[in-house]
């Protein structure tokens, strides 16, 4: 029987002619049905459009002058056509639905429904036409009636939603019909052609390939049969007689060839043993490392003083004692290496290619690869080569750290008061918890150290800083427990008032809770340290309050025009919105400096005014805005770049109107947008959330999650971001206003955060 192997040939001559005549059919079939398919929509259109005319007609002046029964009366009798499943009508910013309707089946009679949510028209997979409303009328200048000219408003906006589905049972009939005979015709018109080729030809060339095959695997011991190469002068017998000549030159090649690999060989690892004993003279330390990570070579004295251990032999991820993820990436990276698919120059930037300690030592680690041959062949191997890079990162240290405490010197000069209170404010925390530990709950003591760490990073104390973040891992790891515990459970209560429930006598998280009290004890015996070390940094905070007569005086004059300005802005003077934003440019450009991200900010200009008072939370909450947008959004330089965007990021705040009772705060930035396929991945791994239809969530429903407690869409956190308790503070703010904010964005282009809110007394 014929080895299915054996019949390619028969395959590739049998297919043209049916795929030949497929293409033909499928041709006629496809416009065929296209006649059909225009013709029944073509008739479906004629009718849209018409009700289309119609709604702009006669709903313009109605909803112009909010007369919904009329309005309704006219939905109804459109609502009587078969075709159209429901009609919407929404408001001018496409936010609120109007007046709208859905058919039901209600006692066997099709029925329009106005009465239901028709929001939920706006979510379902019909066939929908929209468009605008607009109301024309007169706007003349004065009293001169010749001065009139006609205005377009927009009124509102129709939605017709359209039932299409008996055209596509009809169409998909027909294609399925057309289909049939195709495969049909094609099955038969191959079965014929396919056995004619397999025996005018394919059972001639199997004995030929059965010797080639031979030939290619070394083995000349047979030729093709005389039969063949003798037989008609066609082309089975031409290349017969090709194949047995070919076999008898390869034959005569093989030996010389292989006397020349031996010659090659001897002469690369030659190169090879200079190359390895000029490395060993070097005072760097190199391994030698196969494709499965192991180091093959006889370690130089140098390579054993770094690791204090002969490596030889041992897997190179043990070697620079990784952990299980370090492990797995380095391995993936060998594979990548050793495959070849990609060159090892741009390979190099994937590597791992430092540690930080092994043996109190600070490495640095370069790569080279070792070629199977002369030139840029195959990689055989890969060799490490190790540099002690310990006092050139220390002298590093200690310069950036000279140039921490400057900064934190003339950021305390500039505000000496700010940063006696950061100190005290932080005393105060750590000696009200260690008095009673268990006495406030862990959102309590979490949001206050993430308070506490911004106000302390602006005087630049990173130690503080880093001790502080570290105790915010691992209350963020045991707030997480305790809602995914509550989640679980299906309680209804309030998770952040349970959490300090637990907090006594849940044996889980009693580990934890005791990490956190000695970190904060670290903390609190750092602080001291810190105290007594800079003194006369805290001196020159406090000579700074006191510094003399002339500045006592006008310290307390300061005060007092401070009280005063502040009784009349209460009273008697609202604020330019645009004025109150300016507060953020500090934010935004300490963010963009650490991450050498350079950020344009631009506030519009506007005549909104208002009383600060009343929305200092909400304006307080914003600096989480401008901080994620810094970190999560404007991307890096070298990024923008690749995206044919300006290096400089920028991000953009403006203001409208909304009414007579409302207004809105717009703040736009240029950089890579929200994924909402990346938020709903991330949503389904949250307790809270994962029980929410997110599949059948748009995108931009998706992208309100962002709003939701403990949401971050960034994989880890830092001291700028990260931990997803900022946004939902914007959105308490702005409720506990009466408002409301939501976010839009597209993905490259940008993200814009919208709030709403109405104007205070």
Not at 319 to 334: C, D
């Amino acid at each position: 029987m014929t080895d299915i192997r054996d019949m390619k040939l028969q395959y590739k001559l049998a297919l043209p002619i049916p795929m030949a005549v497929a293409l033909i059919l499928g041709t006629y079939f496809f416009y065929t049905l296209n006649e059909k398919k225009r013709a029944s929509y073509g008739d479906l259109d004629k009718v849209t459009k018409t009700t289309e005319n119609r709604l702009n007609k006669n709903l313009a002046n109605l909803l112009w002058n909010e007369d919904l029964e009329v309005a309704k009366t006219i939905l109804e009798s459109e609502g009587k056509k078969d075709i159209f499943n429901s009609i919407v009508v929404l408001d001018e910013d496409k936010k609120e639905v109007v007046l709208g309707f859905k058919k039901i089946i209600k006692n066997g009679k099709v029925e329009l429904d106005f009465k239901q949510d028709i929001s939920s028209l706006l979510k379902n997979n019909l066939k929908k036409l929209d468009g605008p409303i607009f109301y024309s009328r007169d706007e003349c200048e004065g009293l001169d009636t010749a001065g009139c000219r006609k205005k377009n408003e927009l009124v509102g906006w129709y939605s017709i939603y359209v039932d299409d589905s008996k055209i596509q049972v009809a169409l998909e009939q027909e294609k399925r019909r057309m289909g049939v005979i195709l495969i049909v015709l094609i099955f038969s018109i191959t079965l014929i052609i396919f056995f004619l080729i397999n025996i005018l030809v394919t059972r001639p060339l199997k004995e030929i390939i059965e010797v080639s095959n031979l030939i290619k695997m070394g083995n000349f011991s047979k030729r093709v049969g005389k039969k063949f190469e003798v037989g008609e002068n066609n082309e089975v017998s031409a290349l017969s007689s090709s194949i047995n000549t070919m076999a008898d030159e390869i034959q005569k090649l093989t030996t010389g060839l292989q006397n020349e690999v031996n010659a090659q060989t001897k002469e690369i690892q030659i190169q090879n043993q200079s190359f390895l004993n000029l490395l060993s003279n070097l005072d760097q330390g190199f391994l030698i490392i196969n494709y499965q990570g192991y180091v093959e070579n006889d370690p130089t004295n140098k390579t054993v003083e770094i690791f204090n251990a002969n490596p030889k032999g041992k897997n190179i991820t043990d070697v620079f004692q990784f952990n299980p993820t370090e492990k797995m990436a380095f391995h993936k990276w060998l594979n990548h290496v050793f495959k070849g698919l990609m060159s090892f120059k741009d390979l190099i930037p994937l590597a791992h290619k430092r540690l930080d300690d092994v043996n109190g030592r600070i490495l640095e680690l370069e790569y080279k690869p070792i070629f199977a041959g002369k030139g840029w062949g195959k990689i055989e191997k890969v060799i490490c080569i190790i540099n002690d890079i310990t006092k050139e990162v220390n002298f590093t240290k200690k310069v950036e750290f000279a140039k921490e405490k400057s900064d934190m010197i003339l950021r305390l000069v500039d505000y000496p008061l700010e940063f006696l209170d950061v100190i005290s404010e932080l005393q105060l925390m750590i000696d009200d918890y260690q008095k009673n530990p268990r006495g406030q709950s862990y959102e309590t003591i979490f949001r206050s150290f993430h308070t506490i760490k911004a106000r302390v990073a602006n005087f630049k104390i990173s130690e503080i800083v880093k001790r502080i973040h570290s105790i915010e891992e691992d209350l963020f790891e045991v707030m997480d427990r305790e809602k995914r515990k509550f989640s679980e459970s299906g309680s209804d209560s309030d998770i952040s008032e349970n959490l300090i429930k637990t907090r006594s006598n849940d044996k889980e998280n009693e580990k934890t809770n005791k990490s956190i009290s000695f970190k904060i004890h670290n903390l609190n015996t750092f602080l001291h340290d810190y105290l007594k070390t800079n003194r006369n940094i805290v001196e020159l905070a406090q000579s700074c309050l006191n510094s003399g007569e002339k500045f006592e005086e006008l310290h307390k004059a300061k005060e007092e025009l401070l009280k005063i300005n502040n009784v009349i802005m209460k009273n008697f003077v609202n604020k330019n919105l645009r004025d109150i934003f300016f507060q953020y440019e500090k934010t935004i450009t300490e963010v963009g400096s650490m991450q050498e991200k350079a950020i344009n900010f631009e506030i519009e200009e506007t005549d909104i005014t208002v009383k600060p008072e009343p929305y200092k939370d909400f304006f307080e909450s914003l600096h989480h805005i401008f901080r994620n947008m810094v970190d999560h959004g404007i991307e890096e330089k070298s990024e923008r770049i690749d995206q044919n965007k300006k290096e400089e990021g920028n991000i953009k705040v403006f203001f409208k109107k909304k009414g007579r009772f409302h207004f809105q705060i717009g703040i736009r930035d240029d950089g890579r947008g929200i994924d909402p396929l990346k938020v709903r991945e991330k949503a389904k791994k949250i307790a809270n959330l994962n029980s929410l239809p997110l599949n059948k969530m748009s995108g931009f429903e998706l992208n309100q999650l962002v709003f939701e407690p403990g949401f971050s869409t960034k994989e880890a956190a830092s001291t700028i971001s990260g931990r997803g308790i900022g946004m939902d503070a914007v959105r308490k703010a702005t409720l506990d206003l009466e408002g409301k904010v939501w976010v839009e964005s597209d993905i490259g282009e940008g993200t814009l955060f919208v709030a709403e809110l109405p104007f205070t007394s």
